[in-house]
Nanobody
């Protein structure tokens, strides 16, 4: 099992920045990829960015340079820096992991952290 706990969401003004954190625990050595997703009201959950075990980071096209993913391997932490926040960034942000153990692929989600951007 892998446990993921997000934090850092807040109510902010447009143009401000936030840094979201995700703490991973449990069978972290089984994790292949860690990533951030978001789900806005009435919309499907979408990938923002992810990072592989080898450190390769992939960003979704809409991030437009405003989102930066980083990882602290020593402390099993994943971060998402969001700059120049816009109203359309309002969403619940989720941490996600896919892992391989006991010969099977597993997916894990955190409970999410709310980001609300006001104009």
């Amino acid at each position: 099992q892998v446990q993921l706990v997000e934090s850092g969401g807040d109510l902010v003004q447009a143009g401000e920045s936030l840094r979201l954190s995700c703490a991973a625990s449990g069978n972290v050595f089984s994790i292949n990829t860690l990533g951030w997703y978001r789900q806005a009201p009435g919309k499907q959950r979408e990938l923002i960015a992810d990072i592989t075990r080898s450190g390769k980071i992939t960003y979704t096209h809409f991030t437009q340079g405003r989102f930066t993913l980083s990882k602290d391997n020593a402390n099993n932490m994943l971060y998402l820096q969001i700059n120049d926040l816009r109203e359309e960034d309002t969403a619940v942000y989720y941490c996600h992991a896919d892992a391989t153990y006991e010969a099977y692929e597993h997916e894990f989600w955190g409970r999410g952290t709310q980001v609300t951007v006001s104009s």
